[in-house]
């Protein structure tokens, strides 16, 4: 069984910078994407940045010029570098990872316990 342990997030004054870290624990074939969503109170999750097995990322606009991703070398780990970040971030941020338990399958979709982001102004 796959898991994504995730580690970060913490309070911050409007301004300041967060990082997030997630790691794909177990074992498993590859993984094809890695990315961060997040859910405010009182609205639907949503997508943050997401990197691919071949280094394409996706930004959110919202986010896009003050968040950055990036993966590790062993390819099993992703990092949410956020800066300048603003009360309208505050949320709780997920983990996703999607990939194959083996090169016949099955697929896994799986998603952190999540991880608290509040920014104050």
């Known amino acids: 069984q796959v898991q994504a342990v995730e580690s970060g997030g913490g309070s911050v004054q409007a301004g300041g910078s967060l990082s997030l870290s997630c790691t794909a624990s177990g074992v498993f074939y590859t993984i094809n994407a890695m990315g961060w969503y997040r859910q405010a109170p009182g609205k639907e999750r949503e997508l943050v940045a997401r990197v691919t097995s071949g280094g394409s990322t996706d930004y959110t606009d919202s986010v896009k010029g003050r968040v950055t991703i990036s993966r590790g070398d062993a390819k099993d780990t992703v990092y949410l570098q956020m800066n300048s970040l603003e009360p309208e971030d505050t949320a709780i941020y997920y983990c996703?990872?999607?990939?194959?338990?083996?090169?016949?399958?099955?697929?896994?979709?799986?998603w952190g316990q999540g991880t608290q982001v509040t920014v104050s102004s």
């Open positions: 996703n990872v999607r990939g194959y338990y083996s090169m016949a399958g099955p697929a896994f979709d799986i």
